[in-house]
């Protein structure tokens, strides 16, 4: 198993950065796909990057790609979410997840979810 836990959130301008960070428990983070969702107010949770277990492969949503990053450092057990040219419709709560297994867009199929960090991005 895996316990995780997201920081970095908080309030910003349009066109500001943050940079999120998930915190995992364990000792087998590299056998993990990792994954950043997020759900804003009176929305579905929407897949937003995921990258793989080695962090040779990242993926990206459209809405996204071009201004996130998605990164992993496997001896910190920490996955990272650069985020750039933040837009008033970034705002949403970003969660981490964890699977065993190949990368995939489905939240049902992340076993591990942090408890979410708050993203607000002011216009």
């Known amino acids: 198993q895996v316990q995780l836990v997201e920081s970095g959130g908080g309030l910003v301008q349009a066109g500001g950065s943050l940079r999120l960070s998930c915190a995992a428990s364990g000792r087998t983070f590299n056998s993990y796909t990792m994954g950043w969702f997020r759900q804003a107010p009176g929305k579905e949770r929407e897949f937003v990057a995921g990258?793989?277990?080695?962090?040779?492969?990242?993926y990206y949503a459209a809405s996204v790609k071009g201004r996130f990053t998605i990164s992993r450092n496997n001896t910190k057990n920490t996955a990272i979410l650069q985020m750039n040219s933040l837009k008033p419709e970034d705002t949403a709560v970003y969660y981490c997840?964890?699977?065993?297994?190949?990368?995939?867009?489905?939240?049902?199929?992340?076993?591990?979810w942090g408890q979410g960090t708050q993203v607000t991005v002011s216009s």
């Open positions: 990258i793989s277990w080695s962090g040779d492969s990242t």
């Open positions: 997840a964890a699977r065993i297994g190949t990368f995939t867009q489905a939240m049902g199929a992340y076993a591990y």
